[in-house]
Each structure stands twice: as structure tokens, then as C-alpha cells.
């Protein structure tokens, strides 16, 4: 034992001088500064589905019981109160949600089983006080609600901001319908199915309307597509590691996307159970041809079924269908 202390001591002592590992700092470009991610508890329901946002309070749609949250929220979309209320019956459908144009601050909601349109004041003042009922439209069956004033299959309806035209992703039979809205003319469009399948999440947005494919059961696309005036399909295909297999549902563009060129992408494990729930922010150059920056973040609770973006001024919120819950993503 007396030999043996000093022996480590010499054989620490001559490692020390021989050892030639360096450690250098490295640069950090693209590293998220300052990100914040923050997931809001709703009350349990089994399909949590679209939101809105008035003044300071979110409105969130429950399908599964017909239940619309009402959630109170600070700057950053950190929920501070939620309130739960029953619209018609637990087996309602309340499904779709959107702002009034001709009403602003009121909102519209759709019933999909009662096939109804109702037209309410989400009453901001409180978050626990119940919404009012201002105007209710029956809906000729089967209407089913209906949702963003399509039908279920399509399910989302954008109108091309240069030529006018209505265009509708034909979900699983991989088309775009365009409708001729003085005519009434319809021709399909197909999606290159070498680009990936199921064209969904379709909205107006810079220069055409841009869309997502979401995939099949068994695997993402990581592509999303752009529709110009002529119709022309030029589709995106993410490049990063989780990116490039997104299951892509939705996209949003940020509110300053006319000087940011960002928009947002939502992965989601909705139709196949392996595919990583995500948000995904992507930087245009300034024709919105070319992606010049790509930044993906894992949402924490996975399998969520991820299933709509809102973002405002200060956050990005995403729903997640399966887990009664709302993510915010902000950087203070
Ligand atoms: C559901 O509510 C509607 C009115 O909103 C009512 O007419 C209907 O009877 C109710 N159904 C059930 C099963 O309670
Ligand atoms: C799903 O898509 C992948 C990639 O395109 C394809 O290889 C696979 O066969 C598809 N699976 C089904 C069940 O269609």
C-alpha cells in the first residue's frame, strides 16, 4: 500500500504531460437562439382539433365530445386559465372553427353530426363565461357541418390569389380539383407521384396556393407544393435529416411572411403511427422559389397526432389531436 500511492501519482503525473487532446470551440450558426416550446394542458377528450385565436383567448375545437376550450393566453401563448364548454350535445361534432369577416371578433363554428353553421361571440371579457349563440344555419344533409365550408373529402378549399380560381386537394385519390367559379367548370390535376402523395393542408398564400403531401401509412414525403397561375406544380422537398421523411399535414405562413419569406410545416403521426410529429420552419429567398433555411423541432409529447398551425406576432401554436393539448413555440 505505501509503494502503491506513489506510483499513481507518477503514472497520473506522466499522463498528464503526454496527453495532446484538444478542445476548441466551434462555430453555432443554426442554433435555434432562445427557443421556447411549451405544451398547454386542455381538458381531456379524445380529438382536439382546430383553434382560433380573439384578443388574448384561444378557441379550440374538441370533436370527439363536442367541447370548445376556451383558453386564455399571455403573450406567448401560455395558457393562464381554460375553460371547457358543451355546444349542443356530446355528440355535436363541433369540428371546424373560423373568424367572421362581416363580425369581426365573432366566430363560426361547424356541427358536423347536427349539420350546422353557428355564429358566435366567443365573450372574451371572461374566460369562464359561455359563448353566445348569435346566428345558427341549418346546413341540407348531408352537408356534415361542414368543415371550412367544404365537405369531408376534400376537406380544404383555397382560392388562388392571381387567377381567382378555387382549388381542393382530393386527399387520398392523390388529384387537385380546380373549379372555375363564373363557370363552374372542373378539371383535375394530378399530383406527380413521383413528388410523394396525398395533397392536403391547401391554402392561398404567396404568388399561388401551396399544399403538403402527406404520405400513406407507412411513410412521409418531406415535399410540399407550389401552384402558379398556369397551374404548374413545382414541389419542395426538404433536405434535413428528420425533414426530408415529414408526414407534412398543414402549413401556415408567418404573419410578416411578406418580409421574412417564413413559413411553417407540421409533421404528424395522424395516418401513420411512425411518423415523427414536428414543426418545421422554412425560409424562403424573396421569390419564394428556392428554400434557403430549414429548422426542425420535435414536438416533446410524440404520436400526438399533430394536426393544425396558427401563428401570430409573437408565438407559433400547433394543436395535437390525440393528446388534448397545444403547443406554443416562441423566443422571447
Ligand atoms: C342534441 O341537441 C339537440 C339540440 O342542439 C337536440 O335537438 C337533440 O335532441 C340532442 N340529442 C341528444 C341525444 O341529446
Ligand atoms: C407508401 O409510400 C412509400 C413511398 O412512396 C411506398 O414505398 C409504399 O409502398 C407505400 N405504401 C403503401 C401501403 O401504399
Redesign the pocket.
Known sequence: MMMLIPCLIILLFINSIVADVTITSVPSAGLPSNQYIIENQLPLSEQTHELVKVEDIVLVSQMSNSVLVKVQVDKYGIAQHVAGFQIANSTSGLHGLAHSTKNPGMVWLTLETDNKLLLIDPVTASVTDAPKVIKEINVPQPGNGPHYIGVAHPIFIAQHPINKMFYSGEDDSSKIIKINPATGNTIQIDVD?SA??TPVGMISGPKGIWFTLL?????G?GTFGFIDQDDKIVYHKLTSPLGKDAALLHLAFDVAYETNYKMYLLSSSIDNPNALDMVIKVTFDEQWTTIKDEEVIVIPTQQCKAHRLLPTQFNVFATELAASKFLTLFSP
Do not use: R
Open positions: 407521384s410523394g402523395t404520405g400513406n401509412a407507412t411513410a414525403t
